[in-house]
């Protein structure tokens, strides 16, 4: 129960200082079908990032390489927060096929910056397993942090590369 504890308040907290975001009374219930529509099907709600670009502030014109980068990467999961001005990006919970009763949450955070940098970058895994009928966090690996930290980065610098 500690561990719990300490691991939604390091999240929160984390939250509230790198992005800015903080949503303490979020409820937790079961995934709905909106959920767990593809990104694809939700292109006319979050346009491209070239579209963006155009439209957006100058932090976001800084990164856009980092956030065209999380978007390639994170593009078959449904955003649920996408807000270039804070620095933040938020996955709907995906339920992994293989794995029916666990779910997944990623948050992104990307600090304004000219240059791909792994400092600008920092990637949080929320992972809740089923059990008699409530979601329970659980630890996250590291390591699936890092996969997902790994090919955004690489994404960004494929963009950056291309778009010289």
């Not at 856009?64 to 933040?88: S, V």
């Not at 990006?89 to 009763?101: G, S």
């Not at 409530?134 to 494929?158: G, M, V």
Request: charged letters at 25%.
């Amino acid at each position: 129960m500690k561990i719990v504890f300490s691991i939604v308040v390091s999240t929160a907290f984390f939250l509230f200082l790198g992005c800015q975001e903080l949503r303490s009374s979020e409820k937790v219930g079961l995934p709905t079908e909106r959920q767990l529509k593809t990104y694809d099907n939700m292109k006319p709600l979050f346009p491209s990032p070239l579209e963006l670009a155009e439209k957006k502030s100058e932090p976001f014109k800084k990164a856009f390489a980092l956030w065209y980068g999380a978007l390639k990467a994170l593009a078959r999961i449904p955003l649920e927060i996408f807000d270039p001005e804070r620095g933040f990006l938020q996955t709907h919970w995906y339920i992994p096929k293989d794995l029916p009763n666990h779910r997944l949450q990623v948050k992104v955070c990307i600090i304004p910056c000219q240059e791909i940098r792994v400092e600008a970058l920092s990637v949080t895994v929320l992972h809740q397993v089923l059990k008699q009928e409530q979601w329970i966090i659980i630890p996250t690996s590291l390591e699936l942090e890092q996969k997902i930290k790994r090919s955004i980065l690489l994404h960004a610098r494929d963009y950056a590369v291309q778009n010289k």
